[in-house]
């Protein structure tokens, strides 16, 4: 079974330029996270999907980042304009998302590493 | 809100010794608790979760970790541990309700040596 997939894995912009990031999460995953991870830091949380609807994006700023999950599948995370405090890797993660469930286990992908220069 | 403490940022150690890697976490209503493991490149992976039940978790890769209460803990041990297992290691808890959000701690990074 595939695993969750990003691209690309490594990315390197100039600040004020746009950047996106793809995800697809494993199959039959209806919940969708992503995270920010700054260097030698644990993950945070940025947004996540259930199915198509952002159900918690209460860490994610709004005034620069965007993402959507259109069908419920996959996910593209966006940033405009990037600055350079925005350098980190963006992880991608899916569970099952059974209702009530809290404790599902989230499975993460490689991840893309942001340099803005 | 819930937070997670890994005191120790680093942890080196001698291939075939013992390791306890600490955690520590805070929460006013019951929580969930995990322990994830990042190869360098790599995502992360789950080695053990506690969810209810026997405290004693067993996980992948022979690592294990004991759930305590009274000292909100919940450390991470492997009794022999090997030059592969040399990699980052996050703590993390969600709590019932919260949707499954994961607070993950700073990471520890376990450096095993010949």
């Known amino acids: 079974e595939a695993g969750v997939v990003q691209s690309p894995r490594y990315k390197i912009i100039e600040k004020k330029q746009p950047v996106a990031f793809w995800c697809n999460p494993i199959?039959?995953?209806?919940?969708l996270y992503w995270y920010l991870q700054n260097l030698g830091q644990g993950p945070e949380l940025l947004i996540r999907?259930?199915?198509?609807?952002?159900?918690?994006d209460s860490q994610l700023p709004k005034d620069r980042f965007s993402a959507e999950r259109l069908k419920g599948v996959d996910s593209t995370l966006k940033i405009q304009p990037a600055e350079l405090g925005d350098s980190a890797v963006y992880l991608c993660?899916?569970?099952?998302?059974?209702?009530?469930?809290?404790?599902?286990?989230?499975?993460f992908g490689p991840g893309t590493r942001l340099t803005v220069l | 809100a819930q937070s997670v403490t890994q005191l120790d940022s680093q942890v080196p150690v001698f291939e075939e010794a013992p390791v306890e890697l600490r955690c520590n976490y805070s929460?006013?209503?019951?929580?969930?608790l995990f322990w994830y493991v990042q190869y360098p490149n790599q995502g992360l992976q789950l080695l053990l979760k506690?969810?209810?039940?026997?405290?004693l978790v067993k996980g992948i890769n022979g690592f294990e970790a004991e759930f305590n209460k009274s000292q909100t803990s919940f450390h991470l041990r492997k009794p022999s541990v090997h030059i592969s297992d040399t990699a980052e290691y996050f703590c993390?808890?969600?709590?019932?309700?919260?949707?499954?959000?994961?607070?993950f701690g700073t990471g520890t990074q376990l450096k095993v040596e010949l």
């Open positions: 199959s039959g995953h209806n919940t």
């Open positions: 993390a808890v969600s709590v019932t309700g919260g949707g499954n959000k994961l607070t």
């Open positions: 993660a899916s569970s099952l998302g059974r209702r009530g469930r809290d404790a599902d286990t989230q499975y």
């Open positions: 929460s006013s209503v019951s929580v969930y």
């Open positions: 506690y969810l209810s039940g026997s405290t």
């Open positions: 999907y259930e199915n198509e609807e952002a159900v918690d």
